[in-house]
């Protein structure tokens, strides 16, 4: 077993992530459909009222979440990797929050044993090793918080993956984590009291283009291991073509996510 848990990750260069998201904080919103359906599912797992609570939104984006957290009585911490992100959350919930930082979820600037709650949804897939920021949200969390986190998994976006496949062999799709290896991750960091819902999502589009346009307003652009150069017009057009042929009988096409909810106990 303790081979099994020595695994290597490539490290994960965070600048060009931050600044794709960074431009993608004016068009966030009107792209994120599947993301606040996903945090959604989260918020769903925990309690109604978190009055007196403080609650650390990570990866919060441009405020959604932390906007309701707010609404549930909570004393809400908004972190992004993103300053842009952050000034969109500001607009957003403004003074509602209690403060506003930026940074990795890798090493957060908080004390041990400063928060009650970690919300975190679609914001970990992001890190190489799942189990650095898991280490980390342990550190922060008080002894008998809890932590309610989501995730991609591998097979995620698998149609947009084979259809590219088809065009050339340069990645286009980022690679997600199997969910062997976030368990692996919890049992690294210690996270050991957890509950995992595994749902498949479906988004439906009227085209490969229409999901493109959706991945890059919210920012999620930045691929490890693509080459560098703009896409042409005509590998584009190829992708359109190749995704026909996941199109339904109602004659729409499918992005199928596979989706991680994780509850962990601390």
Known sequence: MEAALNVSYPSVDKKPIAEAFGRAAKTYDRHAAFQRDVGERLLGKMPKDLS??????????????SQALTERGAEVISFDLSSQMLDAAKQRCANKVVCYLQGDAESLPLCDNSVDYVFSSLALQWCSDFSVPLREIRRVVKKGGQAFVSTLLEGSLIELKQAWAKIDAYQHVNQFTPINQIKIALAQSECD?????????????????????????????????????LTSRRALLGVEREYQAFRNHQGLLPATYQVCLGVIHL
Not at 52 to 65: A, I, M, N, S
Not at 200 to 223: C, N, Q
């Open 193 to 229: 009291s957890h509950q995992l819902d595994l749902p498949e999502i479906t988004v439906w589009y009227p085209s490969a283009f229409a999901l493109m346009r959706d991945l890059k307003g919210i920012g999620a652009t930045h691929v490890n291991g693509r080459s560098q150069g």
């Open 52 to 65: 007196g609570k403080v609650v650390l939104d990570l990866g919060c984006g441009t405020g959604y979440f």
